[in-house]
């Protein structure tokens, strides 16, 4: 067990829906980082966040949103949803940015029907 | 843009011999390169990662081996196991700009390991 829990484990929807996707980091850690696992793109980082601001950003679509908490937790928000946003969703956190290892969640499966 | 190129796609050993997952990127600026490993329904889990200022690394039964001219990495998995199958990705990070610290890991596309008992 990572100590990093996300909810819900799978979403089914249909396209044009918007869902969000919640992950708890693990105790006292800062950071909080997103990514997008398909079978056409690989694992792909989409966003981190720290200690509630943005910090750093990848090829995430317009259509998707993201936010840290006070309490540190975090949620993506994805919107106008097309059958190609099917796919495994990653929460990971870590004690800080950079190169402290990053634990992972056991994701969100989003199916777009 | 494959920042991080690994293979083979896919390999199959038997019991007790080396699995070698070899991997290279481009970007002169990353960092960091840890090694991942995930089972199926479950998130990638850090196995070992290295810094460029080594050569190899070693834990247990994994080793990292670090060529920085060449700008190629690979894991060494000794004395494999069934229980190793799995998914193993290697990942870059570029840790330090500016200051200020990030984490964004750029993965390669990832090895299907199969050990035969």
């Known amino acids: 067990d990572s100590g990093v829990t996300q909810t819900p484990k799978h979403l089914i929807t249909a396209t044009g829906q918007r869902v969000t996707l919640r992950c708890s980091p693990r105790?006292?850690?800062?950071?909080v980082y997103w990514y997008q696992q398909s079978l056409d793109q690989g694992l792909q980082f989409l966003i981190q966040?720290?200690?509630?601001?943005?910090?750093a950003k990848g090829n995430i679509l317009e259509r998707f949103s993201a936010q840290q908490f006070p309490d540190l937790h975090s949620e993506l928000n994805l919107s106008s949803l097309e059958l190609g946003d099917s796919a495994l969703y990653f929460c990971?956190?870590?004690?800080?940015?950079?190169?402290?290892?990053?634990?992972f969640g056991d994701g969100t499966r989003l199916s777009i029907l | 843009q494959q920042q991080v190129k690994q293979s083979p796609q896919s390999l199959i050993v038997q019991k007790g011999g080396i699995s070698i997952i070899n991997c290279a990127y481009e970007?002169?600026?990353?960092?960091?390169f840890p090694w991942y490993q995930q089972f199926p329904g479950k998130g990638p889990a850090l196995l070992i990662a290295?810094?460029?200022?080594?050569s190899e690394k070693k834990e247990g039964r994994f080793t990292i081996s670090f060529n920085k001219s060449a700008k190629q990495f690979s894991l060494h998995i000794m004395d494999s196991q069934p229980g190793d199958s799995a998914t193993y990705f290697c990942?870059?990070?570029?840790?330090?700009?500016?200051?200020?610290?990030?984490?964004?890991?750029?993965f390669g596309q990832g090895t299907i390991l199969t050990v035969h008992p």
């Open positions: 990942a870059a990070i570029r840790s330090n700009a500016g200051g200020t610290s990030y984490g964004k890991l750029t």
């Open positions: 970007n002169t600026a990353f960092d960091y």
């Open positions: 105790s006292g850690d800062l950071s």
């Open positions: 990971a956190s870590s004690v800080d940015g950079g190169r402290q290892p990053q634990h």
């Open positions: 290295i810094r460029p200022d080594v």
């Open positions: 966040y720290y200690n509630g601001e943005e910090r």
